[in-house]
């Protein structure tokens, strides 16, 4: 089991560095040169969501006829960090691991977004949703927390000033950029970004976790008496059963995997950074509905909770770091293991990569590097790490090292 894992890793870590952490995304099809020439599509709302669902759920990849060329991402490159961080702890990968980091964490300090109180950073490409249209590089706080929680993971491994400083500085942006949904008791959600009114469970509690991470370095009280707000607006919407829809607009009532996933994992790292535990029932009653709804006896992740299809890679990358992080991954091991082993075997490529969903009919494999290398690199290096406490160096790293 270790050795095909390991062996899986190595693949898709050569791979990565190979194309030098740049790539397509699910979601860049408005960076197409063609369609921003058109004369009016671009200008259409409409036509825009439609252009980039289109590209996104094309089983073929229409990028390179496009002219969308591969880019940074800095969410992805912030997987990726963290992911290096993970493994910087086995030794014979601690070498490279540093270098990566450090060429990484460089990178996505370059790409912030400026004008803004703190340091904050966005996507690399114009993004039409249903609730909103966000320009190339607005600030989101899904993507500003991401990076933020790399730069203290590398900041942890490295100790250079210069990332601690970097990702301090997000707390700022979170707690005066982002406008915030009040309920009737002074709790109140996070926005998605600067230039909206949303409230998305899972963005808002990025930004919960990541202000209760940053007390846990400079115990600013503020910060943890924010956070324990917007935690406790979220968990007043888990629905009995311990799930939650995707937001409160109506047209996100949907419960899917990894989104649940989010949640968990940022419910529980508010409790280990702020020391309170106020929401572990919510956790609880949570992750028992998340492992029993998401994953089926063959180790195949649910999307919905409701459909199997599509199997997205997010789903069993974000399983691993869930438990990996709230201290349970001994516990679901066996789970873990059956889930990464059905994952390797259907969803990675010969050439190391992993694809993005499997369809009932089809296999969309696009190698998109944040959506999903950049996820599977993060979960599998959250294995590696947690094999490497239980089995030893000799079991765990073995002669298919390079």
């Known amino acids: 089991m270790y050795s095909k894992i390991?062996?899986?890793?190595?693949?898709?870590?050569?791979?990565?560095?190979q194309e030098e952490y740049k790539g397509w995304d699910p979601y860049d099809g408005l960076n197409s040169t063609i369609f921003q020439a058109m004369p009016i599509l671009p200008k259409k709302r409409l036509s825009r969501l439609m252009w980039i669902q289109f590209i996104k759920k094309a089983p073929l990849n229409l990028r390179p006829f496009l002219d969308i060329?591969?880019?940074?991402?800095?969410?992805?490159?912030?997987?990726?960090?963290s992911g290096y961080s993970k493994i910087s702890h086995i030794d014979k990968f601690r070498e490279e691991a540093l270098e990566q980091i450090k060429f990484l964490a460089d990178k996505v300090i370059s790409l912030r977004t400026p004008g803004f109180s703190g340091n904050c950073w966005g996507y690399n490409f114009d993004w039409e949703s249903?609730?909103?249209?966000?320009?190339?590089?607005?600030?989101?706080?899904?993507?500003?927390t991401y990076v933020a929680n790399s730069l203290l993971d590398a900041y942890e491994i490295t100790k250079k000033e210069e990332y601690l400083e970097s990702a301090i500085s997000a707390k700022d942006f979170i707690i005066s950029d982002l406008n915030r949904t009040y309920d009737g008791s002074g709790n109140f959600a996070f926005s998605y970004s600067p230039f909206d009114h949303t409230s998305v469970f899972n963005a808002s509690l990025l930004g919960a976790r990541l202000l209760s991470r940053v007390y846990s370095y400079n115990k600013e009280d503020e910060l943890i008496n924010l956070a324990k707000k917007a935690v406790d607006y979220c968990c007043n919407f888990q629905n009995p059963d311990g799930s939650w829809y995707y937001s409160t607009l109506p047209f996100h009532q949907w419960i899917d995997n990894f989104h649940t996933g989010f949640n968990l994992e940022c419910i529980y790292e508010y409790g280990k950074f702020s020391n309170d535990d106020s929401f572990k029932k919510n956790f609880d009653k949570g992750l028992n509905y998340y492992l029993q709804t998401f994953f089926d006896t063959q180790g195949r992740s649910k999307y919905y909770n409701n459909s199997l299809y599509p199997i997205d890679i997010h789903a069993p990358s974000q399983l691993i770091v869930t438990l990996s992080k709230s201290n349970q991954f001994n516990e679901y091991k066996e789970l873990i293991d059956r889930v990464v082993t059905w994952t390797i075997s259907h969803m990675q490529s010969q050439k190391g990569y992993f694809y993005f969903q499997k369809r009932k009919?089809?296999?969309?494999?696009?190698?998109?590097?944040?959506?999903?290398?950049?996820?599977?690199?993060?979960?599998?290096?959250?294995?590696?790490?947690?094999?490497l406490k239980t089995e030893s160096k000799e079991k765990l790293i073995d002669s298919n090292y390079n």
């Open 69 to 81: 060329e591969k880019e940074y991402n800095s969410k992805g490159l912030a997987l990726f960090i």
């Open 130 to 144: 249903r609730a909103f249209f966000q320009k190339k590089y607005t600030p989101t706080i899904v993507a500003t």
């Open 361 to 387: 009919y089809y296999t969309n494999k696009i190698p998109y590097m944040r959506w999903s290398q950049g996820w599977i690199f993060y979960g599998l290096s959250h294995y590696l790490q947690n094999a």
């Open 6 to 17: 390991l062996q899986s890793f190595l693949e898709l870590k050569k791979y990565c560095k």
